[in-house]
């Protein structure tokens, strides 16, 4: 069984940065495509970043220049970096994972349980 745990989330000015943290356990996370969704206060879950098994990555354009998705075979770990951060990128954030080529939210297999990121204006 794969385990997915997010963690880094907080609170943050607009402008700033934050640096979200998804350890994979159960299974290598290089086994996967992995992904990032946020869901926001009456939103739906939305895809936000995603790294594919060979290592290319893909982004909404909502964050496109703004975050990095990246991995770490050694750690485990999945990790977004949220640069220049705006209050619309206010919400709950996802790490999933899908053994699938397609990045929509019914598409992903595992799911983490989410943390919240704060940006403040």
């Known amino acids: 069984q794969v385990q997915l745990v997010e963690s880094g989330g907080g609170l943050a000015q607009a402008g700033g940065s934050l640096r979200l943290s998804c350890a994979v356990s159960g299974r290598s996370f290089s086994d996967y495509a992995m992904a990032w969704f946020r869901q926001a206060p009456g939103k739906e879950r939305e895809f936000v970043a995603g790294?594919?098994?060979?290592?290319?990555?893909i982004y909404a354009d909502s964050v496109k220049g703004r975050f990095a998705i990246s991995g770490d075979n050694v750690r485990n770990t999945v990790y977004v970096q949220m640069n220049s951060l705006k209050p619309e990128d206010t919400a709950v954030y996802y790490c999933a994972a899908t053994l699938g080529s397609r990045w929509a939210r019914d598409g992903m297999k595992y799911w983490g349980k989410g943390t919240q990121v704060t940006v403040s204006p």
């Open positions: 790294i594919g098994r060979s290592g290319f990555t």
